[in-house]
């Protein structure tokens, strides 16, 4: 039996927060995560878990259930927006895996979030606790949610996505800037594309100041996905709205001088989800003591390179590696580490990002892909200056 080492209690259950409850919980801490929904939802969204994140996924013990549910792209094309012309080609399948050592799988999001609830310790997730406030001192941290209740732990890990309560109580209030765009999204049966048919590959339709990605998120390819980014007011978004529904025929109107095989995707579409596109310059730092941050709480990024949630996979694996040494007097000094050897990357991947031209042309992505969280090398805390 793992020594118990100590408390952490993790703000949200999203992909970050789960796999950093799996791996943390594994070394023999005491994890409780915390989230404010009441229960799991399936949201209608599909997910790229590039080769990079698969390589999380391996060692979290969910890659076999992924290879059997997920699309294994041949290809990835990205295409003129009104002539269907390849301007790009990335060679998917098995080319991509024997180059960088894993799979590049296509897949529905509730399918990659069921795969981690299944490593996932029983009676580890709360539900129903909306945070509201935090304490810390020298011997730990105390969070107060919407229901009176409190708890205190060792450490705290913020997980809690854009809109973070963490985030904000450690570094003050500041709203995600609007990147004036919007981005519809949905996933529907395949069958409802009737005699069309379209390229069965990963596809990226460029527009001149919108794009569309269309994948199927099933290995038997009955299920299809669609997502865009196009320019569009925000006046109804509120904190709350992160995903609402979307209005079928402005999404036609707007991809109506597209390529048929864009036309007939949208044409088919029962319904739609929009959500406005947020984004953050990279934060000054992550850490606050006994709390730290993950994923799109410290690093929210538009989706235009698929790495949102891989990062959050990634931030989930070495702050795992920080912490396997570490005991409840050695936390900050985790938490610091993890941060030194997180933010440089993940600052990258976020301005590479907002450029929205990764892979519309000949790209090398090689140095998101061929990474390797588990045997990068480690730097010391000291090597990310605020």
Known sequence: ??????????VGAGIGGLCSGVFLSRLG?????????????????????????????????????????????????????????????????????????????????????????????????????????????????????????????DGVIGADGVHSVVREWMLGPEKPRFSGRVAYRTTYPARLLGSNQITPMRTKWWGLDRHMVVYYVTANR??????????????????????????????????????PEVRAIVEACPEVHKWALMERDPLPRWCEGRVTLLGDACHPMTPYMAQGAASALEDAAMLSRCMENADVDGVIEAFRRYEANRLPRTSEIQQTSSKNTWMRSATDPSWVYGYDVWTAPLVDADRVAA
């Open 1 to 10: 039996m793992t020594k118990n080492k100590g408390s952490i209690a993790i």
């Open 29 to 153: 801490f005491d994890v409780t995560i915390y989230d404010q929904a009441s229960r799991f939802g399936r949201v209608g969204a599909g997910i790229q878990q590039t080769p990079n994140a698969m390589k999380v996924h391996r060692k979290l013990g969910t890659e076999a259930r992924l290879r059997q549910t997920a699309f294994n792209s041949p290809a990835g094309y990205s295409r003129e927006w009104d002539t269907g012309k390849i301007t790009n080609e990335l060679t998917l399948g098995d080319e991509v895996e024997r180059k960088y050592g894993a799979p590049y799988l296509l897949m529905h999001r509730a399918d990659l979030h069921a795969a981690i609830e299944s490593v996932l310790p029983a009676g580890m997730v709360q539900f129903n606790r909306k945070l509201v406030g935090i304490d810390q001192n020298a011997q730990g941290v105390t969070l107060a949610f919407a229901d009176g209740s409190r708890v205190t732990a």
């Open 222 to 259: 009955d299920e299809l996905y669609f997502v865009t980014s196009q320019p569009e007011d925000a006046s109804w978004m509120t904190r709350e709205s992160w995903s609402q529904k979307g209005d079928l025929n402005v999404l036609r109107e707007a991809y109506a001088g597209f390529h």
